[in-house]
Nanobody, 116 residues
């Protein structure tokens, strides 16, 4: 069974940075496109960034130029580097497969709070 374990969240001031990690176990990680999603209170889960098995990336307009997704296949880990954080980035962040409808069971997520 595939397990997703997100970490690295926390409380940060506007303009600050965080690096999220997602460790994946129970599958051949390297062949799958991966993504980071986020869900703010009272809102639907939204796609933040994707990375293909070959390393190609794509971003939501709201985070383009501020967030960077990457992966380390040897460590079975996907990362999200977040810079110049804004209060509207406050959410629980999750990783999963990039293809909608093919998701594995969701992990617990990691809380990111941007506040002064």
């Amino acid at each position: 069974q595939v397990q997703l374990v997100e970490s690295g969240g926390g409380l940060v001031q506007p303009g600050g940075s965080l690096r999220l990690s997602c460790a994946v176990s129970g599958t051949i990680f390297s062949i799958f496109g991966m993504a980071w999603y986020r869900q703010a209170p009272g809102k639907q889960r939204e796609l933040v960034a994707t990375i293909t098995s070959g390393g190609g990336t794509n971003y939501a307009d709201s985070v383009k130029g501020r967030f960077t997704i990457s992966r380390d296949n040897a460590k079975r880990t996907v990362y999200l580097e977040m810079n110049n954080l804004k209060p509207e980035d406050t959410a629980v962040y999750y990783c999963n497969r990039a293809v909608v409808g093919s998701w594995w069971s969701w992990g617990q997520g990691t809380q990111v709070t941007v506040s002064s």
